[in-house]
């Protein structure tokens, strides 16, 4: 059965526009309940292991860069098929290409600067929810 959590990161473009509370109710619309978030700076090392998956890909300097040059906010968002749903709410990584009334094609300006991140599986959702938020956290908030 598919997870019920996975993890968002409102990405610094999209919180240097104001854009963070147009998003945060699009999720809520689309029925995910925020679990926990915080407004966080992402150093070089952070933003580098966040993204290590991608190291030696052409873009990731430029990533890296763009993800420590402002505040950012993770969020960690629950729903039914969380995972599948968020990644279809947002729509593709390409603003240009994303679907009409996804969150990129309505907030993201570049394929780079693309407003917001999603966990694409299960077991990365488990894992980047932790890189932000203890389970004692993530319980006690709601306990
Ligand atoms: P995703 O965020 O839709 O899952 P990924 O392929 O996992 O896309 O890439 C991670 C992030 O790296 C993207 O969201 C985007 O910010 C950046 N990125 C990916 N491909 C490119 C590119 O070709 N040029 C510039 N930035 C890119
Ligand atoms: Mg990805």
């Given amino acids: 059965m598919a997870s019920n959590r996975t993890l968002a990161i ?39 292991a966040f993204y290590a998956v ?3 890909r ?29 990644r279809t709410v947002i729509g593709a990584t390409d603003p240009a290409e994303a679907a009409p009334g996804t969150v990129r094609k309505l907030y993201a300006e570049s394929k780079g600067r693309n407003a917001i991140h999603a ?8 894992r980047e929810i932790g890189f932000f938020f203890t389970e004692g ?6 306990g």
């Fill in 58 to 86: 052409p873009f990731y300097p430029e990533l890296v860069t763009f993800m420590m040059s402002g505040p950012c906010m993770p969020l960690a968002l629950e729903r039914a098929d969380a995972v599948g749903t968020l």
């Fill in 10 to 48: 409102i990405k610094p473009d999209a919180i240097a526009s104001g854009k963070a509370g147009l998003i945060i109710a699009h999720l809520q619309k689309e029925g995910f309940a925020v679990r926990a978030a915080r407004l966080v700076r992402l150093s070089k090392g952070e933003a580098g």
């Fill in 119 to 126: 966990s694409d599986s299960d077991e990365n959702a488990t």
């Fill in 54 to 56: 991608h190291e030696g």
């Fill in 137 to 142: 956290e993530l319980a006690g908030l709601w």
